[in-house]
């Protein structure tokens, strides 16, 4: 009788992502997820004014998890300054 976890969607994560970079960031221009020929599937977030962030992953969900770890780990260590 345990609670069924919920399976988060591919867009749920992209707005989370997308909500998150905003609110520390600033301007966004697009968070995306797409599947590369070579590399596999590639999530990118692209800044207005910064250099935009890339993360790869098996799936597309993945690749949405492991770029939102990357943008927490960067505002995590601009936080510690």
Known sequence: ???????????????????????????????????HDKIGWVAKIQFDEFESLMAEGADADDALRNLRKRVRKIIDRYNLV
Do not use: S, W
Request: hydrophobic residues 35%.
């Open 1 to 35: 009788m345990g609670v069924e976890k919920r399976q988060k969607t591919t867009q749920e994560r992209i707005e989370r992502i997308f909500k998150m970079a905003q609110e520390h960031f600033g301007e966004v221009r697009f968070v995306g997820v797409k599947l």
